[in-house]
């Protein structure tokens, strides 16, 4: 029974995260032509400081506070990208036949509860609190 709880208390935990993520989304939304949001960086921003307000502000108090600001607002940019990218493909395969409606969601929960996750690691790191590096590329 305990073991229930758990696995419900962490399907609700990451139905949370697609919620935040889905009202970033939306309260950032344009009627203009969508074609080329992904290249909107000033949105991309604004869509996961929200999402990261509602899921786990420590991170943005963590990229606000780091020295390199463009390396946080690329951070940020990376963010919303991935939180629309993955909106964007779990409503193009929603119609599909072979497509368990059940399995697409906790696919597309799991992402984001993963991205919170990748996120608080982050934030974790440049603060000093985890000692793991972080790879760079040049």
Do not use: W
Not at 74 to 89: F, L, M, S
Request: proline share 2%; with cysteine; glycine share 2%.
């Amino acid at each position: 029974a305990d073991t229930m709880n758990r696995a419900q208390s962490l399907i609700l935990a990451e139905r949370a995260f697609y919620n935040a993520a889905a009202d970033s989304l939306s309260d950032h939304a344009h009627d203009d032509d969508d074609a080329d949001i992904l290249s909107d960086n000033e949105r991309m921003m604004r869509v996961a400081r929200d999402f990261l307000t509602k899921t786990c502000p420590e991170v943005i108090e963590s990229f606000d506070q780091h020295a390199d600001q463009k390396s946080s607002s690329d951070r940020y940019v990376k963010i919303g990208r991935n939180i629309i990218a993955t909106i964007a493909y779990a409503d193009a395969i929603a119609d599909r036949e072979e497509e368990d409606p059940i399995a697409r969601s906790a696919k597309t929960d799991a992402s984001f509860a993963r991205l919170v996750d990748e996120c608080r690691t982050l934030a974790a790191i440049l603060s000093g609190t985890e000692t793991r590096r972080v790879p760079t590329v040049r």
